[in-house]
């Protein structure tokens, strides 16, 4: 093969010759322009080539670190999804110490006597059946969700566990405050000679209302105060011989009579069980024994229906 350079006038050229050994020789006629594109398409696809190549490699490589990426992710998502189920877990845990806490408060309520006057009615998580609802029915994705709503509910439990337990504490003291005055406490110790009720009288004929207890043991005897409270009276009154008149509050008196000695003085305040007298036999008494009366609102009520060890 040979190629001939000639020139037209109009354009360049080139004269494709092919020489066999035998036969005639063919002559293509080529434009100048035709190897030239040649190049130019033989560039453009080489570049096209390196570009894409070059490209593909960085694309791999980007894909590449995406997954990594995305493994890290999942990884982590895996362990937050643990975290919320444990999350959930220990919020039923403090559901069950709340309702716990509650019911140890309607026990405290009880044991003073302490009456709920608007039993609020809580507002209740249909998980707050316990664990197994979460072994049942772990669906991850809505554990996201909830979780938020039931930490704020728990939050609001807690406020008003908080608020409960200050209210049950104020009644309480109140309560003790009261149980400290109330005379419950039997006033001295010995046996019990006459009760409260109708009597045959030691005095004389037929029967009389006896108003209080008689307590009889040796003169001496240490009288102890039924309930805390202020002294009222303390000094020799007809036939109670001397006597001590304690104001508990809350409607309550004791009195205490037929004394040998008294040990306190009006407007002291004495303690549930301090000695305020000794035993005797002062006033209308066939014996030494002390007359305990206990007044509510004024009347004599039955001390055996107030005092906790009566016996
Ligand atoms: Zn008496």
Same mark, same amino acid.
């Given at each position: 093969?040979?190629?001939?350079?000639?020139?037209?006038? !109009?354009?360049?050229?080139?004269?494709?010759?092919?020489?066999?050994?035998?036969?005639?020789?063919?002559?293509?006629?080529?434009?100048?322009?035709?190897?030239?594109?040649?190049?130019?398409?033989?560039?453009?696809?080489?570049?096209?080539?390196?570009?894409?190549?070059?490209?593909?490699?960085?694309? !791999?490589?980007?894909?590449?670190?995406?997954?990594?990426?995305?493994?890290?992710?999942?990884?982590? $998502?895996?362990?937050? !999804?643990?975290?919320?189920?444990?999350?959930?877990?220990?919020?039923?845990?403090?559901?069950?110490?709340?309702?716990?806490?509650?019911?140890?408060?309607?026990?405290? !309520? $009880?044991?003073?006597?302490?009456?709920?006057?608007?039993?609020?009615?809580? +507002?209740? $998580?249909?998980?707050?059946?316990?664990?197994?609802?979460?072994?049942?029915?772990?669906?991850?994705?809505?554990?996201?969700?909830?979780?938020?709503?039931?930490?704020?509910?728990?939050?609001?439990?807690?406020?008003?566990?908080?608020?409960?337990?200050?209210?049950?504490?104020?009644?309480?003291?109140?309560?003790?405050?009261?149980?400290?005055?109330?005379?419950?406490?039997?006033?001295?110790?010995?046996?019990?000679?006459?009760?409260?009720?109708?009597?045959?009288?030691?005095?004389?004929?037929?029967?009389?209302?006896?108003?209080?207890?008689?307590?009889?043991?040796?003169?001496?005897?240490?009288?102890?105060?039924?309930?805390?409270?202020?002294?009222?009276?303390?000094?020799? @009154?007809?036939? @109670?011989?001397? +006597?001590?008149?304690?104001?508990?509050? @809350?409607?309550?008196?004791?009195? @205490?009579?037929?004394?040998?000695?008294?040990?306190?003085?009006?407007?002291?305040?004495?303690?549930?069980?301090? +000695?305020?007298?000794?035993?005797?036999?002062?006033?209308?008494?066939?014996?030494?024994?002390?007359?305990?009366?206990?007044?509510?609102?004024?009347?004599?009520?039955?001390?055996?229906?107030?005092?906790? $060890?009566?016996?």
């Amino acid at each position: 093969m040979k190629y001939i350079h000639t020139k037209t006038k !109009k354009s360049k050229y080139f004269s494709l010759l092919i020489i066999p050994h035998s036969n005639n020789i063919k002559q293509f006629k080529i434009a100048t322009w035709v190897p030239k594109l040649l190049i130019f398409t033989i560039i453009i696809s080489l570049s096209t080539t390196i570009f894409l190549f070059f490209s593909y490699r960085e694309l !791999k490589n980007k894909y590449l670190a995406k997954l990594d990426e995305l493994d890290y992710v999942n990884s982590i $998502n895996i362990k937050q !999804k643990a975290e919320i189920e444990t999350l959930r877990e220990k919020t039923t845990e403090i559901q069950e110490k709340l309702d716990t806490i509650s019911k140890f408060q309607e026990k405290i !309520k $009880n044991m003073i006597g302490i009456k709920d006057n608007k039993k609020e009615k809580r +507002v209740v $998580n249909p998980s707050r059946s316990g664990n197994q609802f979460f072994k049942e029915k772990a669906v991850l994705e809505k554990l996201d969700n909830s979780i938020i709503s039931q930490i704020d509910e728990l939050s609001k439990l807690l406020d008003n566990s908080k608020e409960e337990l200050i209210k049950l504490t104020a009644d309480v003291e109140k309560k003790m405050k009261y149980l400290d005055a109330k005379p419950n406490l039997m006033p001295a110790k010995g046996k019990i000679t006459s009760g409260y009720g109708y009597r045959r009288n030691p005095f004389g004929k037929g029967r009389e209302f006896h108003k209080g207890l008689d307590i009889t043991n040796k003169p001496g005897t240490k009288i102890r105060a039924a309930g805390s409270g202020i002294v009222t009276f303390a000094g020799y @009154y007809g036939g @109670y011989g001397k +006597v001590i008149i304690i104001s508990h509050g @809350y409607g309550y008196q004791s009195i @205490y009579g037929h004394n040998r000695k008294l040990l306190v003085k009006v407007g002291q305040h004495v303690k549930k069980g301090e +000695v305020i007298a000794e035993m005797g036999n002062t006033g209308r008494s066939t014996g030494p024994h002390l007359h305990f009366e206990i007044r509510y609102y004024g009347k004599a009520v039955n001390p055996k229906n107030v005092i906790d $060890n009566y016996k």
